[in-house]
């Protein structure tokens, strides 16, 4: 009985010194904080455009390459890759519902950045503005499908241009951060 007495309360003396030494106030008014930018430092990934580098690199091929890409070069180094791929994976493609063909759909794609246009509504693609930003509620994955097998007006292949997923399992917030808590 006294060693399990002896431990509680070592355990407690533990907990005591630990919660005291631990705070949230991150500032020390004495010390100079600086960022420390020497070394050597590497991207490990980019996803501008979600599920871009799942579908377009191929099993096998290296996906760690086009993450760390610069993406001034990527397009270069990667639109046969991504065209070879779409054809692959819809070998009747002629143009998409934005009037592209194979080799300018995958130029655009294979440079995997987020445009952005400052005098346009911000969105992924709503039926007129197309790649002028991203808002949180746009439904990327399904642009995406409808590009790739939708046909010159969007209407080929429908069991294809959707993943059918028409609503998050919880609403976005008004106020930011915006994103709804975690379950």
């Not at 500032?27 to 599920?51: H, I, K, Y």
């Not at 191929?58 to 639109?79: L, V």
């Not at 642009?143 to 292949?157: D, H, K």
């Amino acid at each position: 009985m006294k060693t399990n007495n002896f431990k509680l309360i070592a355990l407690a003396l533990v907990c005591a010194v630990v919660s005291v030494n631990c705070d949230n106030n991150d500032s020390d008014n004495n010390a100079a904080v600086s960022a420390d930018f020497s070394g050597t430092f590497v991207q490990q990934d980019q996803m501008a455009r979600p599920a871009i580098n799942t579908v377009f690199i191929a099993a096998g091929q290296p996906k760690d390459d086009f993450n760390a890409a610069i993406p001034s070069m990527m397009g270069a180094k990667y639109q046969s890759i991504f065209q070879s791929r779409l054809l692959a994976l819809n070998a009747g493609y002629t143009t998409n519902a934005l009037g592209q063909t194979a080799p300018q759909l995958t130029g655009l794609l294979a440079t995997d950045v987020l445009n952005v246009d400052k005098t346009k509504k911000t969105t992924f693609f709503d039926g007129t503005n197309v790649l002028t930003g991203r808002a949180l509620a746009d439904d990327v994955i399904d642009v995406e499908l409808l590009l790739i097998f939708g046909g010159p007006m969007g209407t080929s292949n429908a069991a294809l241009t959707s993943d059918h997923v028409n609503a998050n399992d919880k609403a976005f917030g008004v106020s930011f951060p915006y994103l709804a808590t975690a379950w």
